[in-house]
Structure formats: C-alpha cells, structure tokens
C-alpha cells in the first residue's frame, strides 16, 4: 500500500479503526478499493498539508511506532510535526487532571523532566493542567510527544498553540486526524488509546472517580502496558480516581525512580541517579548475543509480532518490550509493516 492510499483511509471518518492493520496486511479488497477512490484527494492534502510543516506516515512504514502496531485498533496513518526520532526511545505517558492543584502540576513538571533526562520520552495529550506540566517538565532535558484530539494544525486549547511549537522543535505533535479535523468531545477518548499505545507506562496524577484519564489507564491495561499512579490528597476527592487504580492493583509512584525500576531498567531495591538510569537502558546490548529471541530468529528473514509470539509461545504483549530493546541495542532491525529482522 502507497502512503497516498493509506492518508486515503484517515480521510474517512467512520473509518472502523478495530483490527484495520490485520485487514490491510491480508491485503482486504474493501479497504483497497476505498484507498484507490480517494487516492486523488489524498495526495492534494498531503500536499498542503507539507506546505505547512505536516507529514504523514504510513503504517507499512518501517518508522512507525511498533508499539502502536501491536494494538488492536492502530490508525492507517499518524499525521506529525517534529522529528520522528522522538518515538525510538522507551517511552512513558503521563496524564491527570485538567483542573490540577498546585501539587499535581509541581509534581508532573517534575517527573516530566526526570524521566526526560533519563532519555525516555513523556508522552501526554496537550491538554490544560497535568498534561501540560508534564509537557513542560519534558522539554527542560529532553523530548515529549503530544497527541491530539484533532488536526495537527487545529491545537486544542489554542493556549496551548506556543507548547505545541515547542514539543515540535524538541519532540512530535502527533494525530491519527487529517489536518484541518477540529477537536470534537469524542475523538479524546478515542486519542487517549494512542497515549497509552506508544508508551509502555502510564502514569496517572491527580484524577477524580470521572477522569478522562481513567479512560488512558484503561486503554493501558487492554493493551497489556503498566499503570502506575501517583497517591495525593485523600480530603479533596481529587485524587479518587488515582487511588481507586491502586486499590486494584496500580503501582504507587512517587517520583520518576519507581517508573524505572517498576520498568525493568533500574536496581531493584535502590534509587538509581539519572545517570544510572540512563546507563541501565542500555543494558540489553548486553544480554543480547545470548538472548532466546536472537536465537529462535534466522538471520535475515522478517518476522511480524505475531509470528514471533508464535515461535518463541511468548504472548504478543509481553514480547514487544523485549523486540524493542533489542532494536535500541542495534541487534534487530525495523522494517516495513512493523516486521523484524535479525541482521545477517
């Protein structure tokens, strides 16, 4: 599939988004011959979507996020502005109130940047409050990825517009909406699986019993990645939410060190300094010349998720981490349609 046909499908708005990826992989006549009539128009937004710094990218690309792949309902296509290297890190989402106390916003700000300067990626939805601190947090040492509830180009708050220039400069503004698509009350909840999708953590700080960001920590769960939640103020209802997660099971977070060591990369038992983070994050490389997964690959031959849960009986969702250390190290490579290769 050409990207052209694959923006042709993010122009269709009832577009049904559950098990697309298995549908356009089997090559399903239905979804082709929608892409191909649609195919004109596709390329004239692509192109004036270019002249204002958008791009698109394609699922079957080798640079789409894998994570996002391995979700039940990916999008055809991510619509962005910023470097796209941002999305090769391990990344963490972190979403909470929008009406967030003076507390929660010190606390996201901070945590933001700790993670950030630990070399992983924050990765929120741009919205007032936790999300933005977070945000803000991020770009004092490293990189964020926003991911909104409309076009690229339509920022939602307009506040918000000057983070947005920001998080494109050191990091992505990201879309699975054609440029132009206003914020509608529904595409939020529908974004909130894309945040949860790219991250393999989400942190929730400050959400009442109704939160939107209950809906991100639910999404994590569906697809299998941790949720964490940070404990707050248990005489101002607003953190009800947060501690209902960790009634059930939620890990508590009290600063960017128990995201990390709950994540697997730092000492079990201690607090790691940034630095020890970031040396952790590279231990893979490692452990990778003995690893079982190297091992039960043929060199050079390409291997989807589902194909390399099927070889090593490792579910899907436990796998993907592994996969994406492994690529970090240099030990496996990325190809088209989210496949992977060990390299000759």
């Given at each position: 599939m050409t990207l052209d046909e694959a923006v042709a499908l993010s122009l269709i708005p009832d577009l049904a988004r559950f098990g697309l990826v298995e549908r356009l992989r089997s090559g399903d006549p239905v979804l082709l011959d929608q892409a191909a009539r649609l195919a004109d128009r596709a390329r004239?937004?692509?192109?004036?979507?270019?002249r204002e710094g958008i791009q698109a990218l394609a699922w079957n690309d080798p640079r789409f996020p894998v994570p996002l792949l391995a979700i039940a309902d990916s999008p055809p296509v991510l619509w962005y502005r910023g470097a796209l290297?941002?999305?090769?890190?391990?990344?963490?989402?972190?979403?909470?109130?929008?009406?967030a106390s003076a507390v929660a916003l010190e606390t996201a700000t901070r945590v933001g940047a700790d993670l950030a300067a630990m070399g992983i990626t924050v990765v929120s939805g741009l919205a007032r409050?936790?999300?933005?601190?977070?945000h803000r947090g991020a770009l004092r040492t490293g990189r964020t990825i926003a991911v909104l509830g409309s076009g690229v180009d339509r920022?939602?708050?307009?506040?918000?517009?000057?983070?947005?220039?920001?998080?494109?400069?050191?990091?992505?503004?990201?879309?699975?909406?054609?440029?132009?698509?206003?914020?509608?009350?529904?595409?939020?909840?529908?974004?909130?699986?894309?945040?949860?999708?790219l991250s393999r953590a989400v942190v929730v700080i400050e959400a009442s019993e109704r939160s939107g960001s209950l809906i991100t920590a639910a999404c994590a769960l569906d697809q299998g990645?941790?949720?964490?939640?940070?404990?707050?103020?248990?005489?101002?209802?607003?953190?009800?939410?947060?501690?209902?997660?960790?009634?059930?099971?939620?890990?508590?977070?009290?600063?960017?060190?128990?995201?990390?060591?709950?994540?697997?990369?730092?000492?079990?038992?201690?607090?790691?300094?940034?630095?020890?983070?970031?040396?952790?994050?590279?231990?893979?490389?490692?452990?990778?010349?003995?690893?079982?997964?190297?091992?039960?690959?043929?060199a050079g031959q390409p291997y989807?998720?589902?194909?390399?849960?099927?070889?090593?009986?490792?579910?899907?969702?436990?796998?993907?981490?592994?996969?994406?250390?492994?690529?970090?190290?240099?030990l496996l490579r990325r190809i088209d349609g989210g496949r992977f290769m060990r390299p000759a």
């Open positions: 004239t937004v692509r192109a004036c979507a270019a290297d941002a999305l090769d890190a391990p990344a963490v989402a972190i979403v909470g109130s929008r009406a409050g936790v999300d933005s601190a977070a920022v939602y708050p307009t506040e918000h517009r000057g983070l947005a220039e920001e998080v494109a400069v050191a990091g992505l503004v990201v879309s699975e909406y054609p440029p132009g698509t206003p914020p509608r009350g529904f595409h939020f909840p529908q974004r909130n699986r894309l945040i949860s999708g990645r941790e949720v964490m939640a940070v404990p707050g103020n248990v005489l101002s209802g607003r953190s009800r939410g947060a501690h209902a997660l960790i009634r059930d099971g939620a890990k508590i977070v009290e600063g960017a060190d128990d995201i990390v060591v709950e994540l697997g990369h730092g000492p079990e038992g201690t607090r790691s300094a940034a630095g020890a983070a970031t040396s952790s994050l590279q231990r893979p490389a490692a452990a990778a010349p003995v690893d079982p997964l190297l091992r039960a690959m043929h989807d998720l589902d194909g390399l849960a099927g070889l090593t009986g490792v579910d899907a969702v436990r796998l993907l981490p592994r996969l994406l250390d492994l690529e970090l190290a240099g």
